[in-house]
Nanobody, 116 residues
Framework: VQLVESGGGLVQPGGSLRLSCAAS????????MRWYRQAPGKERELVAG????????TYADSVKGRFTISKDNDKNTVYLQMNSLKLEDTAVYFC??????????WGQGTQVTVSS
């Protein structure tokens, strides 16, 4: 199983980024997909989640209305569109899955830095 994140980088406040997580080695279309983040000195927190069927989404209150999680089953990829970025969105963002076999996996993370 592999989860490979990309799309992180440095962006100014108010800017946008789209993170991608390319998945392999499991049945992507039947797996729960989530994005977490961890800022320096803080615990890892759930940012957004997508049900296995893709019909239900969950967002942290701090990102509601700004971030959108989606997936493309043909590309085995989950996305996190991040708009109106704030300084406090700076963190390492991790892709996470719970597969249809109830196994959990993490990606290696991608750094997002919001700074002027």
């Amino acid at each position: 199983v592999q989860l490979v994140e990309s799309g992180g980088g440095l962006v100014q406040p108010g800017g946008s980024l789209r993170l991608s997580c390319a998945a392999s080695g499991f049945t992507f279309s039947r797996s729960v997909m989530r994005w977490y983040r961890q800022a320096p000195g803080k615990e890892r927190e759930l940012v957004a989640g997508l049900s296995s069927g893709g019909s239900r989404t969950t967002y942290a209150d701090s990102v509601k209305g700004r971030f959108t999680i989606s997936k493309d089953n043909d590309k085995n990829t989950v996305y996190l569109q991040m708009n109106s970025l704030k300084l406090e969105d700076t963190a390492v963002y991790f892709c996470y899955t719970v597969t249809d076999a109830y196994r959990e996996y993490w990606g290696q993370g991608t750094q997002v830095t919001v700074s002027s």
